[in-house]
């Protein structure tokens, strides 16, 4: 069992910066791929950003690649995302997911999720 809680989002200006957290519980999570989801009002949970296990694979959605960076602390047992230039469009809850996955792009294959936190960018 995987334990997901998000922080870090908040109000932000346009062309501003936000880093999210995602801290795990568990002593499983060095080996779970996780990822970054966001939900717009009215439109459908889409993938951010994934991570492997060991780090050294990343996964952006095309629109974001050299705006957000993933990375991972497994000591800490964390996720982060950083978010730079961003735009009202990025407007959104995040979630955190977790899960041993073949698609880390792939929402239905993550088991695990937080309860997400809210970024609003405002213009």
């Known amino acids: 069992q995987v334990q997901l809680v998000e922080s870090g989002g908040g109000l932000v200006q346009a062309g501003g910066s936000l880093r999210l957290s995602c801290a795990a519980s568990?002593?499983?999570?060095?080996?779970?791929?996780m990822a970054w989801f966001r939900q717009a009002p009215g439109k459908e949970r889409e993938f951010v950003s994934a991570?492997?296990?060991?780090?050294?694979?990343?996964y952006y959605a095309d629109s974001l690649k050299g705006r957000f960076t993933i990375s991972r602390d497994n000591a800490k047992n964390t996720v982060y995302l950083q978010m730079n230039s961003l735009k009202p469009e990025d407007t959104a809850v995040y979630y955190c997911?977790?899960?041993?996955?073949?698609?880390?792009?792939?929402?239905?294959?993550?088991?695990?999720w937080g309860q997400g936190t809210q970024v609003t960018v405002s213009s």
């Open positions: 568990g002593r499983t999570f060095g080996s779970y791929t």
């Open positions: 997911a977790a899960d041993r996955v073949m698609r880390p792009d792939r929402r239905d294959e993550y088991g695990y």
């Open positions: 991570i492997s296990a060991s780090g050294r694979s990343t």
